[in-house]
């Protein structure tokens, strides 16, 4: 019984002295690991994060490429039907973009322009089938109104500038070119409607663009029509801005985000002069350190289906489309806003493929390419608008970095808790009177 009862008494010391020491001691190592994996993972995403806004960046055209391959399986997976139940245009975006795009990779490598044409031509065929003109009225004129009209007209003046067309498709260019220089010259507003009753200026700006592009690659036929066209916007400037308005039928609004980023990308081919000054406004009214606010500065609005939600005032719809606009206005805020895309765009790129935002939706990855590889078709180059600063990076280092120094001052304060701890613990014994080995007086001590 007596050797019973030690023996019973030195498990009781050696489950007490674990639950109170080891325990402890083992729950304290498991949330070091934890802590330290958490803080590699942070340090990883930092250092890619790093790389992206001060590395030198991949060509623009090859990552375009890719996004272009698989933004061609989307589509013809059905993306872009999906897109029109989401967008009022989103079947007709989807594939304009994806042919323009294929357009400007075309332009800036020569080698790419066979390609290019023959991907062009297959977006055009599509934009001009019945799935491309559902949602536009036959009556308007120009025919389906002036949105399809000009955006598919500026696709036929790519196509053209890649010298890749046939003879028909010039003809076509011809006649569709005709058609929208008459709509303008019996419009009693530079603005034509896209739906009936409805009429955006950017929409009549793409239009224009598109007949300031036949002068050039076809035949000097239109002079006359633009430079009209620009007189009467001129009159019909947004007070408070200066700008184009938003919305010109049914009622007049002033100028936001969504469409200006467009209107900068083409006004510069019709009147490069007015395109800069009009940019400069812009640049000054609407793009922010963080990006390009959909209400002018100091005027408050809500999203709706063309801006998105807003994040603090931030369309990253028109963030990313103004991105194309600095790059044919020659303004370093294009590499600024690429870079920042690239950091919370959360791209995924393969061997083959590219795509943003883990490929959730494909048209938010078509306006990104297209305004990735933006540049003018016939435009001069502009003269470089401002030097750029490197500053506007330190911002996003800090707000990368910070974490990984909390974690890191974390990890050393638990192995100083730790040590300090483990130094001062002393098992007590489970059973009362009954002394543990740390609680012994010294034997040589008491003897002495």
């Known amino acids: 019984?007596?050797?019973?009862?030690?023996?019973?008494?030195?498990?009781?010391?050696?489950?007490?002295?674990?639950?109170?020491?080891?325990?402890?001691?083992?729950?304290?190592?498991?949330?070091?690991?934890?802590?330290?994996?958490?803080?590699?993972?942070?340090?990883?995403?930092?250092?890619?994060?790093?790389?992206?806004?001060?590395?030198?960046?991949?060509?623009?055209?090859?990552?375009?490429?890719?996004?272009?391959?698989?933004?061609?399986?989307?589509?013809?997976?059905?993306?872009?039907?999906?897109?029109?139940?989401?967008?009022?245009?989103?079947?007709?975006?989807?594939?304009?973009?994806?042919?323009?795009?294929?357009?400007?990779?075309?332009?800036?490598?020569?080698?790419?322009?066979?390609?290019?044409?023959?991907?062009?031509?297959?977006?055009?065929?599509?934009?001009?089938?019945?799935?491309?003109?559902?949602?536009?009225?036959?009556?308007?004129?120009?025919?389906?109104?002036?949105?399809?009209?000009?955006?598919?007209?500026?696709?036929?003046?790519?196509?053209?500038?890649?010298k890749q067309s046939e003879a028909r498709e010039i003809d076509e260019y011809t006649s569709a070119s005709v058609e929208l220089a008459s709509a303008f010259r019996r419009s009693k507003t530079p603005y034509l409607q896209a739906y009936p009753g409805q009429a955006w200026p950017v929409d009549s700006t793409i239009a224009m663009a598109s007949l300031s592009l036949y002068d050039e690659l076809v035949a000097p036929r239109f002079a006359r029509t633009t430079s009209a066209w620009i007189a009467a916007v001129k009159k019909q400037l947004d007070p408070e801005t200066g700008l184009m308005p938003h919305q010109a039928a049914p009622v007049v609004t002033g100028a936001r985000a969504t469409s200006q980023s467009i209107i900068h990308r083409f006004l510069v081919e019709i009147d490069a002069g007015f395109a800069r000054s009009q940019y400069e406004v812009f640049r000054e009214r609407f793009v922010t350190k963080v990006g390009v606010r959909e209400y002018p500065k100091g005027i408050g609005g809500k999203g709706d289906v063309d801006s998105g939600p807003l994040l603090l005032g931030i369309s990253l719809s028109a963030t990313a489309v103004t991105m194309g606009a600095a790059r044919v206005q020659h303004d370093p805020l294009a590499d600024q806003l690429g870079r920042e895309g690239d950091l919370i765009g959360l791209p995924v790129s393969g061997l083959r493929t590219k795509r943003y935002a883990f490929g959730l939706l494909p048209i938010g990855d078509a306006f990104v390419a297209w305004s990735a590889t933006a540049r003018p078709l016939v435009a001069d180059e502009q003269p470089e608008l401002y030097s750029g600063s490197w500053w506007w990076r330190v911002p996003w280092l800090i707000l990368l970095w910070l974490p990984v120094l909390v974690l890191l001052g974390l990890i050393r304060w638990r192995g100083r808790r730790r040590v300090h701890g483990y130094a001062d613990r002393k098992p007590q014994c489970a059973i009362p009177g009954v002394a543990g080995a740390a609680d012994q007086p010294d034997q040589t001590a008491a003897s002495g």
């Open 1 to 162: 019984m007596l050797l019973n009862l030690i023996g019973w008494t030195r498990v009781s010391i050696s489950v007490e002295w674990f639950r109170r020491g080891y325990t402890g001691l083992y729950v304290g190592r498991v949330l070091r690991k934890l802590l330290v994996g958490i803080a590699a993972f942070a340090v990883l995403v930092a250092g890619v994060g790093t790389a992206r806004l001060v590395l030198p960046r991949d060509d623009a055209a090859d990552g375009a490429v890719k996004q272009l391959r698989y933004l061609r399986e989307e589509i013809e997976a059905g993306a872009d039907h999906d897109a029109q139940r989401q967008f009022p245009e989103g079947y007709f975006f989807l594939n304009v973009l994806y042919g323009l795009t294929w357009v400007q990779v075309g332009l800036e490598d020569s080698a790419r322009a066979p390609e290019a044409a023959l991907q062009a031509r297959w977006a055009l065929d599509r934009i001009k089938s019945p799935d491309g003109t559902a949602p536009f009225d036959p009556s308007l004129r120009p025919r389906y109104g002036v949105f399809h009209a000009g955006w598919t007209n500026w696709l036929r003046g790519g196509l053209i500038a890649l």
